[in-house]
């Protein structure tokens, strides 16, 4: 029996072989990027954005202190805070400041004004996230906001998995540190985690908290579900029913 002999293979063919698979390998790229990976995206540089200007604006808070002491004590919010620095906000007369230089206080200008430009990039991911999440995702984006809807499709890996998620779990997304020390050390389990920032948890009292945020997680991943199969739009509905069951009044 004669031994099978294969044909050589041509350079012409190895060089259509690999353009055909960089082609497709090119397309599977392409596909690979999603609204969940934009999504995480944006809401990942806010998080960072929210560090930053939080450090920075500590920062402005202690070199301001030095020349106009009071602003500090009377303005909480550190956006505000940071505008007033910026306009050129004078000190009192009867300020305990020091008597800086002109150039002096302009360094502090200047950082109040990279600080405004912080939270207006804020506020712009914020609204691009509004934008994608209207198509993607509506009835999370409904309930719960951008915010927080970002921040569970980013801790969920995506909306699939969140829509698989049962509602105890999406409860406590962002308290694993919690959960984890309640399993190891026996401490009380955590009643919520991202979900702890939704108006609903926050005006509850301390006591109603965890109940709330049961409720809210309930809604949460019918709406999750909805939005995976493209199901119709029932947030505003599901809003109702939880600020009617919790007497919530705007």
Same mark, same amino acid.
């Given at each position: 029996?004669?031994?099978?002999t294969?044909?050589?293979?041509?350079?012409?063919?190895?060089?259509?072989?690999?353009?055909?698979n960089l082609?497709?390998?090119?397309?599977?790229?392409?596909?690979?990027?999603?609204e969940?990976?934009?999504?995480?995206?944006?809401?990942?540089?806010?998080? #960072?954005?929210?560090?930053?200007?939080?450090?920075?604006?500590?920062?402005?808070?202690?070199?301001?202190?030095?020349?106009?002491?009071?602003?500090?004590?009377?303005?909480?919010?550190?956006?505000e805070?940071?505008?007033?620095?910026?306009?050129?906000e004078?000190?009192?007369? #009867?300020?305990f400041?020091?008597?800086?230089?002109?150039?002096?206080?302009?360094?502090?200008?200047?950082?109040?004004? #990279?600080?405004?430009?912080?939270?207006?990039?804020r506020?712009?991911h914020?609204e691009?996230?509004?934008?994608?999440?209207?198509e993607?995702?509506?009835?999370?984006?409904?309930?719960?906001?951008?915010?927080?809807?970002?921040?569970?499709l980013?801790m969920?890996?995506?909306?699939?998995?969140?829509?698989?998620?049962?509602?105890?779990?999406?409860?406590?997304?962002?308290?694993?540190k919690?959960?984890?020390?309640?399993?190891?050390?026996?401490?009380?389990?955590?009643?919520y985690?991202?979900?702890?920032?939704?108006?609903?948890?926050?005006?509850?009292?301390?006591?109603?908290?965890?109940?709330?945020?049961?409720?809210?997680?309930?809604?949460?991943?019918?709406?999750?579900?909805?939005?995976f199969?493209?199901?119709?739009l029932k947030?505003?509905?599901?809003?109702?029913e939880?600020?009617?069951?919790?007497?919530?009044?705007?």
């Amino acid at each position: 029996m004669s031994p099978v002999t294969h044909s050589p293979v041509s350079q012409k063919q190895l060089q259509e072989l690999y353009y055909k698979n960089l082609t497709l390998t090119k397309e599977d790229l392409k596909k690979a990027v999603n609204e969940d990976q934009l999504i995480v995206q944006a809401i990942a540089n806010i998080t #960072e954005l929210d560090k930053v200007c939080n450090l920075l604006s500590k920062r402005l808070r202690e070199w301001y202190g030095w020349y106009a002491p009071e602003l500090s004590r009377e303005v909480e919010d550190h956006q505000e805070f940071a505008r007033l620095v910026a306009v050129g906000e004078k000190k009192k007369t #009867e300020s305990f400041g020091a008597d800086l230089k002109k150039e002096d206080v302009q360094e502090m200008i200047f950082l109040a004004e #990279e600080i405004m430009h912080l939270f207006a990039l804020r506020k712009r991911h914020e609204e691009y996230l509004k934008i994608v999440m209207q198509e993607y995702c509506p009835n999370l984006l409904e309930l719960s906001g951008a915010t927080i809807a970002a921040h569970l499709l980013e801790m969920a890996k995506g909306l699939k998995h969140l829509a698989l998620l049962p509602a105890s779990t999406i409860q406590i997304l962002g308290a694993e540190k919690a959960l984890f020390r309640h399993i190891k050390t026996g401490s009380r389990s955590p009643k919520y985690g991202v979900l702890f920032q939704h108006p609903l948890v926050q005006k509850a009292r301390a006591k109603e908290r965890g109940k709330v945020a049961r409720a809210l997680a309930d809604k949460l991943s019918l709406c999750a579900r909805l939005d995976f199969f493209k199901g119709e739009l029932k947030a505003g509905e599901y809003r109702k029913e939880l600020e009617k069951k919790f007497e919530v009044k705007n």
